[in-house]
């Protein structure tokens, strides 16, 4: 009788401790399924024993029991890229279960019912105080509200600067042609009438010098006043040095006239229409402009250029904006070299001995066109410059990248450029260089433009970077396509 009593007061107690687990597992499911965030746990065999309903929500699907490592398989995970499958070794349960501490690593899951979320991962094992394994826990946090609002703010960013690149341009492509034509419009009043009346001014010397030796042959010893006057002036010498000073005002007047001509020619407000031109005018009007910068400057020898120019025919273009091209490339060639004659003069300065190259630098700059077989002419300026370290080859294109100080340099000489090349002319502008040795452009622009096309049948631009060589690098930009795709706008 009291066996059967004792039996039914343990049968009572384990009722009681049962109801009384059960009870906690209810709670304590109650609490994982009440959590926004997913929590899974496996135990110490690593099978999947916990999995709460954020988890069940995030991936679409109902609760199945199934092994870790299955899941990567089942449903789509990826590694945070959102393209790379995600292997079941990679999967976060599996590696807290493998002993790794995994903290805030991100992950995709592409379920397949359900929307792809992106989810923040951390986890880890647990271990008994005996130090056994138990199993491993991983808690997941959907950011992908957070990344949406990232891409979009990425996105909103790149068309922001974009526009501001373009207003930029628009504003310096306007404002400097306004200015150069304005420039050139003021001072070709005066310097016309100034080289208009040059030549009847040496006409009236001529005649008062004829004057003066009509008296003097009349008159051959003149009085002691006029003898001292005639010294005081130097006569003699007058007489010779008059026509030479004519001279080099004509010739000085002629060099203004001609570069007021080239900023007018290189502006060309006129031409906003395409048109067939000489290239060659244009890169020459542009060196007249850019004249003063290759003269000697202290401490820096001048810059000598080489025209390798071969017969080119007309080309269909917009003159005024392949100037800027030319104007930018040759900028910078002029920027480069300045840069390597102060590394080079400092040398020479610090060297007793100066080395051979210091002795023989010459800051070039050497300009070759060509008619390529595939009906366009291609234009490079090379320079012996400084060259572009490799680490920012990649970069030069971009809006706004720049290496010069503060002030100097706005970053956006070749960005337009390259639009102008690729986007306006549907040409390619191609950069090769060398740190330390120098950098050659290559601007290709078809000789005949296309019939305008619709914007849905151009194809993507591609803009890539390769290597050829050790260190030459190759920015080939691709056939026409929208500036949108160029600077990932
Ligand atoms: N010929 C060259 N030699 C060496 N570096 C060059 C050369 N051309 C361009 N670069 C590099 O590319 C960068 C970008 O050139 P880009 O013309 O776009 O801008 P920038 O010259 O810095 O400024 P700006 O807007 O005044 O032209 C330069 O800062 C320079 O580092
Ligand atoms: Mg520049």
Redesign the pocket.
Known sequence: MQEIAEHKRSEATLQQVQTHLEKERGFLKAILDHLTEGIVACDEKGDLMLVNRATCDFYGLPEVPMPTEQWADHFDLYLDDGKTPMQPQDTPLVRAFQGEIVHETEMVIVPKLGKTRTLLTSGRAFFDTAGNKLGAVVAMHDISDRKRAEIDRERMEAALRHTQTQMIQAE?MSGLGQLVAGIAHEINNPISFIHGNLNPAAQYAYDLLKLIDLYHAQIPVPNPATQAFIEEIDLEFLRQDLPKLLNSMQSGTERIREIVLSLRNFSRLDEAEMKAVDLHKGIDNTLVILGNRLKPKAGQPGIEIVREYNNLPMVECYAGQLNQVFM??L???I???D?RSAIESLEAHYNTLPSESTLQYVPTITISTEVLPHKAIAIR?I?N????PEH?RS?????F????PVG??????????YKIVVEKHDGQLQ?Y?KAGQ??E?VIEIPILQPEPKPLTSHPVAKKHFELSGHDRARITCGNLGSYENLVGG
């Open positions: 310096k930018n490339v900028n910078n060639a920027e480069a070299l840069e300026i320079d410059g400084s060259g572009i920012i970069r030069i294109f971009d809006p990248f720049t290496t010069k100097k340099g706005s970053g956006l000489g070749l960005s337009i450029s950069c260089s120098g950098t452009f």
